[in-house]
């Protein structure tokens, strides 16, 4: 079965999961947060090399201020308790997004984890946090002019090889799977220059209830994917889905 080398998900439907069972929203990130940790280990497990989760988008702050302090303090402590475990599984842990908005301790913690983990090579965790897709564009346009007007390089250099090396992903392969659950089908202004050519995968599960045997359905879905780029399908052949 042929694998995604990147994985990317935006992790929807922890206030709803909560909602159906008559609990307060913030049950449903807790139970979410158990979610993430159940998968990041199986797709460690499964050799995938990448994956990229969106835990916050700037479009997140416009929610009430109980609920956004809740997430931040859950993000706090779960950094602070799990990436011992991270870096066991020698996962490699690190954050795209506009740090600026960012608490001060929240953003030491976020270094600090960055630090522990930045020579494990089993597997690359990104999360995304006060990320968004237009903003990563946005900043890597305003790299690019300054290179420009520093003489650093003409303007006939900027191409999309460039563009892409401007962006908080530059290290990374584009990722080949996107996953969303709770049966939303859209963006949300997550990886918009990276997803070009992803395979989209939609489940109506909520993300508390998205385990393993979950996952293994969305990569038994991007299996039976034939992958094109362009191309036609005599010029790739027939792939291989077993
Ligand atoms: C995703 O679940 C978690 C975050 C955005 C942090 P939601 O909180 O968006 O859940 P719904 O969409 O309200 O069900
Ligand atoms: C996107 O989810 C952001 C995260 C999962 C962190 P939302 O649930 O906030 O997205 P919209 O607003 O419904 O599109
Ligand atoms: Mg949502």
Redesign the pocket.
């Known amino acids: 079965m042929s694998l995604p080398r990147h994985i990317a998900i935006i ?6 999961w909560s909602k159906d069972r008559a609990k307060p929203r913030h049950l ?2 807790k139970a ?1 947060l158990e979610a993430l940790k159940t998968i990041i280990e199986a797709v460690a497990k499964r050799g995938i090399r990448y994956l990229t989760v969106f ?2 988008g700037i479009e ?1 702050w416009l929610r009430p201020s109980e609920e956004v302090n809740y ?1 931040m303090s859950l993000f706090l402590t779960a950094l602070k308790r799990d990436i011992g475990r991270l870096h066991e599984h020698e996962i490699q842990v690190l954050f795209i997004g506009d740090r600026k908005r960012i608490n001060t301790e929240l953003i030491r913690s976020m270094e600090e984890a960055e630090a522990l983990t930045r020579q494990n090579h089993k597997m690359t965790l990104i999360v995304a946090f006060n990320y968004s897709g237009r903003w990563d564009i946005e900043q890597a346009c305003q790299q690019l002019a300054q290179k420009v007007a520093e003489n650093i390089m003409p303007v006939s250099a900027i191409n999309e090889a460039m563009i892409s090396h401007h962006l908080s992903t530059a290290a990374w392969p584009d990722p080949d799977l996107f996953i969303r659950t ?1 049966g939303e089908q859209r963006l949300s202004n997550f990886l918009l220059w990276q997803l070009s050519y992803a395979e989209l995968y939609f489940t109506e599960k909520y ?1 508390p209830e998205f385990d393993e045997n979950e996952l293994e359905k969305a990569l038994a879905f991007y299996a039976l994917r034939e992958r094109r780029f362009g191309q036609i399908s005599e010029q790739i052949g027939m792939k291989d889905a077993s």
């Open positions: 992790m929807d439907g922890n206030g709803r449903g990130h979410g835990a916050f997140n997430l709770s993300w």
